[in-house]
Each structure stands twice: as C-alpha cells, then as structure tokens.
C-alpha cells in the first residue's frame, strides 16, 4: 500500500495550492482519507477529511471555508485545494487513509490505517 502526494510549494500569502494524494495497493473507494499537517516545532494536527463515498466532510475550525477536501475514487486520488493561504498554513501535510472511517472519528484518530510521505507547503508573508 503506498499514499503518495504531492503538490506542495512556496506560496504567498493570499494565494492557492492543490494538493493531491494518490493510493496504490488499496481498495481506494472504501476508505476515508484525511489530510493532516505538522508545523515546525508543533504537533501533528488534523487539517479536513471525506468519507469514502464523498457524502460527507469535516474541516479544522482553522481552515474552514478556506480548504476544500474532494476525492475521485476513478483515479484513486484525494485532493485539497487550499485557498487564501496564511503564514501559519506552513507546515508538511501529510494524507491518510482508514477503512470505513467517517471524516469526523478520522480527525480524532491517532492511530491509522494508512500515511503518506508528506509535501511541504511554505506560505510566505
């Protein structure tokens, strides 16, 4: 099983980046996935996540109404198109996998299925 994503950069503030997260290995379609982030210095926490059928997703208070969590289960890839970036959006996300896992019992979740390598995301002031 692999998760790998991508689509991290350096960005300012203000601006847009998509993520993307693609499993390999798995029946993608019967799993919830999340994506999650670490700051430098902080711990990990949950960023957004959408259950396997896409019927529902739940986001950080922090981000919400700025990142959109989506999924196409036809290519097996999770994305999250993170609008109106600030500073402290800067951290390395990471996605995540867990069968069966609606988005909310996902966010709290400290133990899953499955992690991917992680893409750096830098926001500049």
């Known amino acids: 099983v692999q998760l790998q994503a991508s689509g991290g950069g350096l960005v300012q503030a203000g601006g847009s980046l998509r993520l993307s997260c693609t499993a390999s290995g798995v029946t993608f379609s019967i799993y919830g996935m999340g994506w999650f982030r670490r700051a430098p210095g902080k711990e990990r926490e949950f960023v957004a996540a959408i259950s396997w059928s896409s019927g529902s997703t739940y986001y950080a208070d922090s981000v919400k109404g700025r990142f959109t969590i989506s999924r196409d289960n036809a290519k097996n890839t999770v994305y999250l198109q993170m609008n109106s970036l600030k500073p402290e959006d800067t951290a390395v996300y990471y996605c995540?996998?867990?069968?069966?896992?609606?988005?909310?019992?996902?966010?709290?979740?400290?133990?899953?299925?499955?992690w991917g390598q992680g893409t750096q995301v830098t926001v500049s002031s």
């Open positions: 995540a996998a867990d069968k069966f896992t609606t988005p909310r019992t996902l966010s709290t979740r400290t133990s899953l299925g499955y």
